[in-house]
T-cell receptor, first 114, second 110 residues
Framework: DAGVTQSPTHLIKTRGQHVTLRCSPI?????VSWYQQVLGQGPQFIFQ???????GRGNFPDRFSARQFPNYSSELNVNALLLGDSALYLC?????????????FGPGTRLLVL | GQQVMQIPQYQHVQEGEDFTTYCNSS?????IQWYKQRPGGHPVFLIQ?????EVKKQKRLTFQFGEAKKNSSLHITATQTTDVGTYFC??????????FGKGITLSVRP
């Protein structure tokens, strides 16, 4: 079975631009979470979606938004990019989306903001 | 808010040596999860501990959950170069938020 897939793998943007990152979960998984990982840090929780509903939100500004589609794939949108948004953006899927579910991570999208 | 702490952030060992690292949470956890991230890769789930005092083994890796469910340890017996990577612990909090520690990056000298 295919694992979690993310696109694109790499992206270069300039300050002020907007970016959309995409994620497809493992087949059968209904929950998708997004994380931001800055070099030298652990993944920081951004959003969790389950059955197309937002279930959790981390401490990120309103410039960050996400949604989940009927096929359980997801998009993360970031508006008005700042230099500090440069990071590895990870998508993770899980079966139930409860805190007892462990996460399967995708390969990530490396975003560089210039 | 909830904090998950892993200290130190880096450790260097000689191949064949044992290695132990610890994870501490500011709050009691319902479970704790460990992940490994190889250089240039993404986190990969290793194990989940749920019960107080639980011990689980995966080959040369031994994981333990503290009695108070606020800390955990990872012990690697006779490290190998394949053990290189960053090990993260993570604990669930409010609003479905999984909080990760900063991780410990293990390097192994052959």
């Amino acid at each position: 079975d295919a694992g979690v897939t993310q696109s694109p793998t790499h992206l270069i943007k300039t300050r002020g631009q907007h970016v959309t990152l995409r994620c497809s979960p493992i087949s059968g998984h209904k929950s998708v979470s997004w994380y931001q990982q800055v070099l030298g840090q652990g993944p920081q929780f951004i959003f969790q979606y389950y059955e197309k509903e937002e279930r959790g939100r981390g401490n990120f500004p309103d410039r960050f938004s996400a949604r989940q589609f009927p096929n359980y794939s997801s998009e993360l949108n970031v508006n008005a990019l700042l230099l500090g948004d440069s990071a590895l953006y990870l998508c993770a899927s899980s079966l139930t989306g409860t805190t007892e579910s462990f996460q399967y991570f995708g390969p990530g999208t490396r975003l560089l903001v210039l | 808010g909830q904090q998950v702490m892993q200290i130190p952030q880096y450790q260097h060992v000689q191949e064949g040596e044992d290695f132990t690292t610890y994870c501490n949470s500011s709050t009691t956890l319902s479970n704790i999860q460990w992940y490994k991230q190889r250089p240039g890769g993404h986190p990969v789930f290793l194990i989940q501990l749920v019960k107080s005092g639980e011990v689980k083994k995966q080959k040369r890796l031994t994981f333990q959950f503290g009695e108070a469910k606020k800390n955990s340890s990872l012990h690697i017996t006779a490290t190998q170069t394949t053990d290189v990577g960053t090990y993260f612990c993570a604990g669930p909090g409010a609003n479905s938020k999984l909080t990760f520690g900063k991780g410990i990056t293990l390097s192994v000298r052959p």
